[in-house]
């Protein structure tokens, strides 16, 4: 066996590992939810995640806000309308399309969202309080460029093929 399959069979068991890895924070993340202990908003935990781009980047279009989250608009539609339910965001008309609405956070969104926001870096603070503080930012650098990848080879296979723009 040469260096080279040596190497290939390193990352393997590196993808492999990581695959296994990525499950395990799912499953944890699914139970770290419970675990924020922020309250009960009126809205299932997937709604109130749509509170962060709303109040970190201003009203969005339902369009803009999918794109966001990379969800389906549908998807986000309901979401939203739990929120508008529950008095966490409302609509207005969109500026810019008198035809269509956005969605903005209102005051008590905008609160629930800082809670959340607390619990959140409150939780991590705690899992991580024994790392130095090089490893956090190491390991926020790899996480970031993890992502970015996944991100743009999303961005990739969601692309339209030539066949489908003709």
């Not at 809205?43 to 794109?67: I, K, N, W, Y």
């Not at 809670?115 to 503080?133: C, I």
């Not at 490893?135 to 650098?141: D, E, G, L, N």
Request: aromatic share 4%.
């Amino acid at each position: 066996m040469g260096r080279h399959d040596v190497v290939e069979r390193d990352a393997e068991d590196g993808v492999s590992r990581l695959a296994g890895e990525i499950v395990r924070f799912a499953r944890l993340g699914a139970r770290a939810k419970s675990m924020l202990n922020v309250g009960d908003f009126g809205a299932e935990f997937s709604a109130l995640m749509l509170l962060f781009p709303l109040c970190h980047q201003g009203p969005l279009r339902v369009t803009d806000l999918a794109e966001v989250k990379q969800a389906d608009p549908s998807t986000i539609s309901r979401q939203a309308a739990q929120l508008v339910k529950a008095g966490l965001a409302r609509r207005e008309a969109d500026p810019a399309d008198g035809r269509s609405s956005r969605l903005a956070a209102t005051e008590a969104g905008q609160a629930a969202c800082q809670r959340m926001h607390e619990a959140r870096h409150a939780l991590l603070s705690e899992a991580l309080g024994a790392w130095p503080a090089e490893r956090v930012a190491a390991f926020t650098a790899l996480f970031e460029e993890f992502n970015s990848s996944v991100e743009a080879l999303m961005r990739r296979d969601s692309a339209p093929t030539p066949r489908e723009i003709s």
